[in-house]
């Protein structure tokens, strides 16, 4: 078994680098959710709940990324397994906040893509429950094991906590799937975007439907699995593809949230701006209409000289 910094340190290493892009995609995330579409204004009516949220998880992941810093420099300033396994319980606690967090908001995007169908969003919800059950007991197991005499080694938790860890990552992972195919089955139905490739538009789809965040939920899936199934301590490798996984999958959450929200920025300026064409377009139709009614056509004025140069014959 290697030892708790060379198992922090590399995914600590990958986290770091997901984190500057997370940070890039919340700037370009709040400049559409704060600004007007057009300018750098401040819009009249913010959506506060979808902001509340934005600053929620970027909190969340940067009291897990300053967490897992002080875990790294853990060895170095001599801090023992018992405080290690505190400070990784409230870890655990934070990054599956913010896995519900967003399968809420997937959820929340699939029920609004499918135009507000209770029907389509009533398997992914049920499934969220099942995930917010287990979090709970994982809370409650992981303190129980952190706050006792009898601590156990972080990358060592018993059998029971990795039983109810799989049912929560699976339950997360199918309801990602779930809402991820929702999505994109309704977007490839519904979306025309004339204005971009083919390639383009499927990167908007991707984007819009979370499937970043649901294929490395499945790769997490597969790592507990694995543990389940096996001795959790088979390898030093073994706990890499772990951490790893688990540490691409939290960020991603943080990532695909924003990407969804750019997206739909996006796509409301440009539904917007063919509003405005369109507009445009139908007030020049009525112009030319109204032009056009004021003076005969070529027809109407031959009929009407026809019909005086009769009456100037008869007068004569």
Known sequence: MSSLGELVIIPLFVQ?????????SLVHCLRWLVFNDQGWTPRRHINWFMLSTTIIIFSLLTIDFGLE???????????NVVEYERQNVI???????????????????????????????YPPLILWLFCLASYIALIYYNATLAFTTDIKPAFSPSAQIYQVLLLFYTCNTATAIYATVAIMYQLLKTTKDHEAGTSARLCHILMESGALYTLTSALLLASVAVSVAVDAEVSFAMDIFRALSGTLNFSMAGISFNLILIRVGRSRTSLNRRDSVLQ??????????????HYPSEEHSVVLADEEQTLASKKS
């Open 16 to 24: 770091a680098i997901l984190y500057g892009l997370y940070l890039a």
């Open 69 to 79: 810093l002080r875990m790294a420099i853990g060895p170095a300033l001599e801090v």
């Open 91 to 121: 870890v655990r606690a934070i990054s599956n906040s913010v896995r519900l967090i967003f399968d809420a908001a997937l959820i929340y995007r699939c029920w609004v893509v499918h135009a507000k169908s209770w029907r389509v969003t």
């Open 280 to 293: 445009s377009t139908n007030n020049i139709m009525s112009s030319l209409q109204f032009y056009v009614s």
